[in-house]
């Protein structure tokens, strides 16, 4: 009596269901039952993040005229790019683009499109995690500083207390169990949006206020105005990750995805202009030349609402963290289990998330050169995929008439962002290596 020979499993059968497993686990895919308001927030909360403290600074080193066209410019170009990406979330009929990198192979090929896109969105989501930790030391900093004037206690250990917390964050395992995070997040960002434009007018316009350039040479004046372009193009950085988001919506051939995500893509824009303008414009206006490189730190009155806005600021960076830490999250946890066969399970999880938040934390407190990072990150790694990577798969994939609008309007976004590349990281690394003349490590 020998034992009975198992039930023929036909490997492809096995191998399916083995993937489709993987794929529940895996962070990005993981759960569709998202709604369109779900998008909304999302897409506020990896938006609006550091980069609206920086817009009265970027300014001041832009001037009037430019500094409004070129705010204007970049809301226009970064919605419509964004369009474009929701619009070849679901090009081809049965499939769905769930991560930036699989809509860059199907544009440019299997390889290429690897190449081309994974090292410029890891370099975005680890950049702005880290410029995160920075932000959310500096402020819960600032809090401490306004409540408890008299005892001053180093930046590095805001940092480290800011960055505890995703130790535990970072085990919330997808888009859509961050959801609450998320939306107190976006609350937060309108929040302290409105506090810093209004608490700015409260101030009044200051004595001596003064509009013209801060620099007193021309070189200066033009490596301020590249770093400046760079603060700009950090502010509009939720392309990264609006794929990642997009595939969190259920969708049908009757209901496709992208409807209810454009819905939410319109709301977070409006949400995103509501922020972005009265900051810029009214905190250029009331301090001059002389406005801090994050606005909040300019404004010491009233003492309990800057406290309250640092602290809302604190809140939001930690839901913009986790966003951008996600995708991340995802692409490592898709080697190790795809590539190199480790079995899909918490000790695994574990590792890669806390060493993650252990390195990003540490770079914060190494390297916190809050608008020289704006500036440089903001044109070497945001550009690309904000302003033209999208164009480039568009004209890849439709092959749009030659000298149609489409084509002279993407081939416009292309020209304007390889110039923002090129141009903004110079000045964002000149402001880097001035700041760190005058800086002493962990200090």
Not at 180 to 205: C, D, E, F, N, Q
Not at 236 to 243: Q, R, T
Request: aromatic fraction near 14%; glycine fraction near 8%; charge should be positive.
């Amino acid at each position: 009596m020998g034992s009975q020979p198992a039930p023929y499993e036909s490997p492809v059968k096995a191998r399916s269901e083995k993937e489709k497993a993987i794929e529940e686990w895996l962070p990005i895919s993981a759960s569709r039952n998202a709604k369109w308001w779900y998008s909304a927030f999302h897409n506020v909360t990896a938006m609006v993040g550091a980069g609206v403290l920086g817009l009265p600074h970027a300014m001041s080193e832009l001037g009037w005229g430019p500094g409004v066209v070129i705010l204007i410019l970049s809301w226009v170009i970064t919605l419509y790019t964004l369009w474009q990406m929701v619009e070849m979330h679901e090009m081809v009929p049965g499939k769905r683009f769930d991560r930036y990198h699989e809509l860059g192979q199907q544009a440019f090929g299997e390889k290429l499109g690897l190449w081309i896109v994974v090292p410029q969105q890891l370099l975005v989501e680890i950049s702005v995690d880290i410029v995160y930790m920075v932000t959310g030391g500096t402020s819960l900093k600032k809090f401490h500083d306004v409540i408890v004037p008299d005892k001053k206690i180093k930046l590095t250990y805001f940092i480290m207390i800011f960055g505890s917390c995703h130790f535990f964050l970072a085990f919330l395992p997808n888009f859509n169990a961050i959801s609450g995070v998320s939306l107190a997040a976006a609350i937060m960002s309108l929040s302290y949006s409105t506090i810093a434009w209004t608490a700015s007018v409260h101030k009044g316009v200051q004595e001596n206020v003064d509009y013209s350039y801060i620099a007193s040479t021309t070189t200066g004046k033009v490596f301020n105005f590249l770093s400046a372009l760079g603060s700009v193009a950090f502010a509009y950085a939720g392309h990264n990750v609006v794929l990642e988001i997009q595939a969190t919506i259920p969708s049908t051939p009757e209901r496709p995805s992208k409807k209810p995500m454009w819905r939410g893509v319109l709301v977070a824009y409006i949400i995103v202009a509501i922020c972005y303008f009265p900051v810029a414009l009214v905190g250029f206006y009331i301090f001059g030349n002389s406005v801090d490189g994050n606005i909040l730190i300019s404004l010491d009155k009233p003492k309990w609402l800057i406290a309250m806005a640092n602290m809302f600021v604190v809140i939001h960076v930690i839901g913009s963290y986790q966003i951008y830490a996600i995708p991340v999250f995802d692409m490592m946890e898709t080697v190790l289990v795809k590539k190199l066969h480790f079995t899909p399970c918490f000790r695994l999880r574990f590792f890669t998330r806390t060493t993650y938040v252990a390195l990003t934390m540490f770079a914060g407190m190494t390297f916190p050169f809050f608008d020289g990072l704006l500036g440089f990150f903001g044109g070497f790694a945001f550009a690309p995929t904000t302003y033209f990577l999208p164009c480039i798969m568009w004209l890849a994939i439709y092959k749009p008439r030659i000298f149609s609008l489409s084509w002279c309007t993407n081939w416009i976004c292309i020209i304007l962002g390889l110039l923002l590349m090129i141009l903004a990281p110079i000045g964002g690394l000149r402001s880097i290596i001035i700041d760190a003349k005058n800086y002493h490590f962990y200090s």
